[in-house]
């Protein structure tokens, strides 16, 4: 929690400055970028992250360093030939993705694009050992790392979207390769692995694909229907809402990762920590987010400030949905847990494409809010049926 806490604060000072110091169609751009990479990742990194947490925990050093070692090589790998597959395809099939014609654009995507891969089974890693403090130590670096790259790159006069992908990705592949070597994992019988990632791949793949896969969507769909310009103004306000779209699915994470190691953690109490943590700066981006969005631009509170709110209301069913989801896949109830956020996905996809070209991207915010009520509201259905039961 406080890994989430500390990246997010972190990663506001990182837009807010790029904000400040780049056009807003470099901006446009560079967020265009990053949640494309963000997209190639989550679908090739193949559900390891969940195969660490379920076959670590007790695992001899031995198969502890191969385990790992192969869930990094392999997750890199996929992330590689679907970033490629990206660049080739994406340019044709919107035009505001035309940049990754360019070679710099294309570089940047598979790089962006497997530094996130490596970073979040590294992120897993942690999490399966039980080693928060290991983790928040490596996303504070990483953190620290991006806004101090920038404010180097933008104070030498570099002005284009290139500063932020460079100072996005040289921090992770620092601090990305510096924990591989504390990690020191295995790089040998990867063909042995492989079963174990392909039951990963139907079962938890499946599941965090269409569970995080809408909220990585959106700001590619708001580009390739409106352009990067807009873009802009939706992913700064996506992403001062995301301080609130980050607790849930981190305490959902350490949920699972405790029952993983025969932990007595509770739903109720996650449920309380959730609540906690996110009831004042719910209400702080409610009631003050014209102001905080302000601070990147007065542009960006005027395009923003109504989406915000709506994404602040969605928060509370997306606590709901990302907790039920960790419950019952602690339990073994997979197939459900992909019928709820394949639900989820459907609606909030669908709704998203239909509404943005009339509505704007305040569409966005009411097709997220939707999609989420309606999982919640699956999820309290289900939850009667099984007290009446």
């Not at 928040?136 to 002005?159: D, E, I, P, S």
């Not at 994992?185 to 791949?201: N, Q, T, W």
Request: hydrophobic share 55%; net charge positive.
């Amino acid at each position: 929690m406080a890994s989430t806490v500390g990246t997010s604060a972190l990663g506001y000072l990182f837009w807010l400055l790029a904000a400040r110091q780049l056009a807003q169609p470099a901006v446009g751009t560079a967020t265009a970028l990053i949640s494309a990479g963000t997209v190639v990742s989550m679908v090739s990194n193949l559900g390891i992250g969940h195969m660490f947490i379920q076959r670590l925990p007790g695992s001899p050093p031995p198969a502890w360093s191969r385990i790992v070692g192969a869930g990094l090589t392999l997750g890199c790998v996929a992330t590689t030939v679907a970033a490629v597959a990206a660049v080739a395809l994406l340019p044709s099939l919107a035009a505001g993705f035309h940049f990754l014609a360019s070679s710099p654009g294309a570089v940047a995507l598979v790089a962006t694009a497997v530094t996130l891969t490596a970073s979040t089974l590294l992120d897993y890693v942690f999490v399966a050992r039980r080693a928060s403090h290991g983790m928040f130590w490596r996303n504070v670096a990483l953190a620290v790392g991006k806004l101090v790259v920038l404010l180097m790159l933008t104070g030498a006069g570099m002005r284009s979207w290139g500063a932020v992908l460079l100072a996005w990705v040289l921090p992770s592949i620092v601090v990305t390769a510096y924990t591989v070597v504390s990690v020191r994992p295995r790089v040998d019988r990867l063909a042995a692995e492989v079963p174990a990632v392909g039951r990963a791949l139907t079962g938890h793949h499946l599941i965090n694909l269409a569970q995080a896969g809408p909220a990585a969507l959106l700001p590619v769909l708001v580009t390739a229907r409106l352009g990067t310009d807009l873009n802009a103004h939706f992913y700064v306000a996506w992403m001062t809402a995301s301080v609130l779209f980050m607790v849930s699915p981190a305490v959902a994470s350490a949920l699972y990762a405790e029952r993983s190691n025969d932990s007595g953690a509770t739903l109720r109490r996650a449920a309380l920590v959730v609540l906690v943590v996110i009831a004042v700066p719910a209400f702080v981006l409610f009631a003050g987010g014209g102001r905080i969005l302000a601070l990147f631009s007065p542009s960006y509170a005027t395009g923003g400030q109504i989406l915000l709110q709506i994404l602040v209301l969605a928060a509370i069913p997306d606590a709901i949905t990302n907790l039920a989801v960790a419950h019952w896949r602690s339990i073994g109830r997979f197939r459900r847990c992909l019928r709820l956020n394949l639900l989820i996905a459907a609606v909030c996809l669908t709704l998203t494409w239909l509404w943005l070209p009339g509505s704007g991207i305040e569409g966005v915010g009411v097709a997220w809010l939707t999609g989420q009520g309606v999982g919640a509201l699956a999820v309290a259905v289900l939850a009667v049926r099984k007290g009446h039961s």
